[in-house]
């Protein structure tokens, strides 16, 4: 009888520490809603110095080059943290049977390869990425701020590639249940202008030492219409 108890005993030790190695499930971006991504947004920003508006497009900045070959160009949005190196476009993930909202977009970064003196500028190209939840991306259709608690960077060697780093980001975020964090500090402003028919934004950023971003003279614009195909509004 010990005998018996014994060899089922080994064997269920057996089963327990000899399964199958089994990866988790990932997540993948929705293809049932369609969402339009924006490109090409002009981006305006006031000189203080010459009282000037100053437009660019996929970049907001107030510096206006003498060379027009400058503006915009990558050299230009590495050096600003307001710019767009392509595209910016929401996707959707469901994780729990919960609907969340992706925003992602190409940013183009720099640094100083020797930044004591100041010299060699190097460029460098990101994907950029913040989760939105449903009840918070619903603020955006009434042209109304959206905060959000999490912020991704990866860089940019193959986009493919980073989108995977970036759902991966995502699901670890989404299984430790950060979605209740009290550090709602990253912030979409979004406003509509006074004529009625254009929509101003910045892209999200931390608020620095609790100073709110000012979107009075700088942010991108874009018509109603086309900031409401960027959400999925028909």
């Given at each position: 009888?010990?005998?018996?108890?014994?060899?089922?005993?080994?064997l269920?030790?057996?089963?327990?520490?000899a399964?199958?190695?089994?990866?988790?499930?990932?997540?993948?971006?929705d293809?049932?809603?369609?969402?339009?991504?924006?490109?090409?947004?002009?981006?305006w920003?006031?000189?203080?110095?010459?009282?000037?508006?100053?437009?660019?497009?996929d970049v907001v900045?107030?510096n206006?080059?003498?060379d027009?070959?400058?503006?915009?160009s990558?050299y230009?949005k590495?050096?600003?943290s307001?710019?767009?190196?392509?595209?910016i476009?929401?996707?959707?993930?469901?994780y729990?049977?919960?609907?969340?909202y992706?925003?992602l977009?190409?940013?183009v970064g720099g640094?100083?390869?020797?930044p004591s003196i100041?010299?060699d500028?190097?460029?460098?190209?990101n994907?950029?990425?913040?989760?939105f939840?449903e009840?918070e991306?619903?603020?955006?259709?009434?042209?109304?701020?959206?905060?959000?608690a999490?912020y991704f960077t990866?860089?940019?060697?193959d986009?493919?590639?980073?989108e995977?780093k970036?759902?991966n980001s995502?699901?670890?975020?989404?299984?430790?249940?950060f979605?209740?964090s009290k550090?709602?500090?990253?912030?979409?402003?979004?406003?509509?202008?006074e004529?009625?028919?254009?929509?101003?934004?910045?892209l999200?950023?931390r608020e620095?030492?609790g100073?709110?971003l000012n979107?009075?003279?700088q942010?991108f614009?874009v018509?109603?219409s086309?900031f409401?195909?960027?959400?999925?509004?028909?």
């Amino acid at each position: 009888m010990k005998n018996i108890i014994f060899i089922i005993a080994v064997l269920a030790f057996t089963q327990v520490n000899a399964q199958d190695r089994v990866n988790r499930t990932s997540i993948k971006f929705d293809s049932t809603i369609s969402i339009n991504p924006l490109t090409k947004i002009t981006g305006w920003s006031f000189n203080e110095k010459t009282s000037n508006w100053v437009d660019n497009i996929d970049v907001v900045s107030d510096n206006d080059y003498d060379d027009s070959s400058l503006r915009g160009s990558r050299y230009h949005k590495s050096r600003c943290s307001q710019n767009i190196g392509e595209n910016i476009e929401f996707k959707t993930i469901t994780y729990s049977g919960k609907t969340y909202y992706v925003l992602l977009w190409d940013y183009v970064g720099g640094s100083y390869k020797y930044p004591s003196i100041s010299q060699d500028w190097q460029e460098y190209s990101n994907v950029r990425a913040v989760i939105f939840t449903e009840s918070e991306f619903d603020k955006l259709k009434l042209f109304k701020t959206a905060e959000s608690a999490t912020y991704f960077t990866c860089g940019k060697y193959d986009y493919s590639e980073s989108e995977a780093k970036i759902l991966n980001s995502i699901q670890n975020w989404c299984e430790k249940g950060f979605e209740s964090s009290k550090h709602m500090n990253h912030k979409f402003i979004v406003l509509l202008a006074e004529n009625g028919e254009d929509v101003r934004f910045l892209l999200p950023e931390r608020e620095k030492y609790g100073n709110p971003l000012n979107i009075s003279k700088q942010y991108f614009e874009v018509k109603s219409s086309v900031f409401n195909s960027f959400l999925g509004i028909k």
